[in-house]
């Protein structure tokens, strides 16, 4: 009897989430970089600023999933568009991990519009418009525990 409560309590305990700690953040590589072939090159520049991957999958965003994801942005005008696009073809999602990783992983993405970012960001190299700027960076510890929850259970977390 108490091997069989035991086993049920570690299960419970596999399928808590994960508490980030600062320094971890979230991305996505949006639809439109995926589908241009820069998967590759973005995971290097992730690589080359120093972050290590905690978790990635490469999936295909339902409509309800993507409002889900971005409902903190629904009353704005570009929520429709983006929930639209984000749900347009597959995206890859991963948790990475850095000292600072927040602040750090949004210097190297540079500018929500490709036009703005600073020159060798991944944005300005491969960002198409403000829109289908290449990737997704979580902008709080919060939100990057709340994004990273979403995508990942503690299973899917090496
Ligand atoms: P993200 O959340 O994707 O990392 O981008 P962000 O913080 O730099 O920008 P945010 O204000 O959170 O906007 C989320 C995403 O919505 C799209 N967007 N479109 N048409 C527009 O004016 C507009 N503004 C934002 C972008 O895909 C942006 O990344
Ligand atoms: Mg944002």
Redesign the pocket.
């Known amino acids: 009897m108490e091997v069989e409560n035991s086993v049920i309590v570690n299960f419970a305990e596999i399928s808590k989430p994960n508490k980030m700690t600062g320094n971890k953040t979230f991305t996505?590589i949006?639809p439109n970089a995926v589908e241009k072939g820069f998967t590759g090159a973005i995971l290097a520049k992730i690589n080359e600023g120093g972050f290590r991957i905690v978790a990635m999958k490469k999936m295909k965003l339902t409509r309800e999933q993507a409002e889900a994801f971005?409902e903190i942005?629904k009353e704005?005008?570009?929520f429709a568009?983006?929930v639209d696009?984000m749900s347009s073809g597959p995206i890859i999602a991963a948790i990475l991990e850095k000292n600072n990783a927040v602040e750090d992983y949004?210097k190297l993405?540079g500018?929500?519009n490709p036009d703005e970012a600073e020159r060798g960001t991944v944005r300005n190299l491969f960002g198409t418009n403000?829109?289908?700027?290449a990737?997704?960076?979580?902008?709080s510890d919060e939100n990057a525990e709340i994004e990273g929850n979403f995508f990942f259970s503690k299973l899917e977390r090496f």
């Open positions: 996505m949006k971005y942005h704005r005008p570009f568009g983006l696009f949004r993405i500018a929500t403000v829109q289908m700027n990737v997704h960076g979580s902008d």
